[in-house]
T-cell receptor, first 115, second 113 residues
Framework: GAGVSQTPSNKVTEKGKYVELRCDPI?????LYWYRQSLGQGPEFLIY????????DSGLPNDRFFAVRPEGSVSTLKIQRTERGDSAMYLC?????????????FGPGTRLTVL | AQSVTQLDSQVPVFEEAPVELRCNYS??????LFWYVQYPNQGLQLLLK??????LVKGINGFEAEFNKSQTSFHLRKPSVHISDTAEYFC???????????FGKGTRLSVIA
């Protein structure tokens, strides 16, 4: 079956601009996660959705970052007033029920470059 | 807070040689442990996971890992590597009641012909 998909695969923007990154999880998965991976680092947690609601947004670095999942499926990560430090690979993952034992399946990521 | 330490940032190894990638975690509570692999220009793929029970876990592509609670370690091993194993390997941990994964910084495995 189809895995987790993310669009766009690459996004180049200018400092101060607004960007949206999209994640399409595996069908039927109730949990959806966003992570950020900087060069030479492991993925770092940003936000976790259970259904339509954000169950844990403790990883969002500041109020320029926001994410939604209005229908409990597709999610959009929104970044306002982008800064050069936001440049990174943004990863999305989904799991069946959001339990700690569940495998998280990752998408290929969106590489964001802020000039 | 949970943390994961991958002791080696890069591991070069000759083809058909054995390899061990080290991972230590910090926790005194029940944890679930994972190893993911990231091939160039691809997403993270699960290699194996430890949830409970037998401390030796077998995964895909001939990899295995051993959970050692007293040493808080979860080292990944393969008895004979192939060129195709060249990739970045990440160890990750989650608590029993908290599902976001905490990742290590990764180990780049380079297999040399």
């Amino acid at each position: 079956g189809a895995g987790v998909s993310q669009t766009p695969s690459n996004k180049v923007t200018e400092k101060g601009k607004y960007v949206e990154l999209r994640c399409d999880p595996i069908s039927g998965h109730t949990a959806l996660y966003w992570y950020r991976q900087s060069l030479g680092q492991g993925p770092e947690f940003l936000i976790y959705f259970q259904g339509t609601g954000a169950a844990d947004d403790s990883g969002l670095p500041n109020d320029r970052f926001f994410a939604v999942r209005p229908e409990g499926s597709v999610s959009t990560l929104k970044i306002q007033r982008t800064e050069r430090g936001d440049s990174a690979m943004y990863l999305c993952a989904s799991s069946l029920n959001g339990r700690g034992t569940d495998t998280q399946y990752f998408g290929p990521g969106t590489r964001l470059t802020v000039l | 807070a949970q943390s994961v330490t991958q002791l080696d940032s890069q591991v070069p190894v000759f083809e058909e040689a054995p390899v061990e990638l080290r991972c230590n975690y910090s926790s005194s509570v029940s944890v679930y442990l994972f190893w993911y692999v990231q091939y160039p220009n691809q997403g993270l793929q699960l290699l194996l996971k430890y949830l409970s029970g037998s401390t030796l876990v077998k995964g895909i592509n001939g990899f295995e890992a051993e959970f050692n609670k007293s040493q808080t370690s979860f080292h990944l091993r393969k008895p004979s590597v192939h060129i195709s194993d060249t990739a970045e390997y990440f160890c990750a941990v989650s608590d029993s009641g908290n599902t976001p994964l905490v990742f290590g910084k990764g180990t780049r495995l380079s297999v040399i012909a």
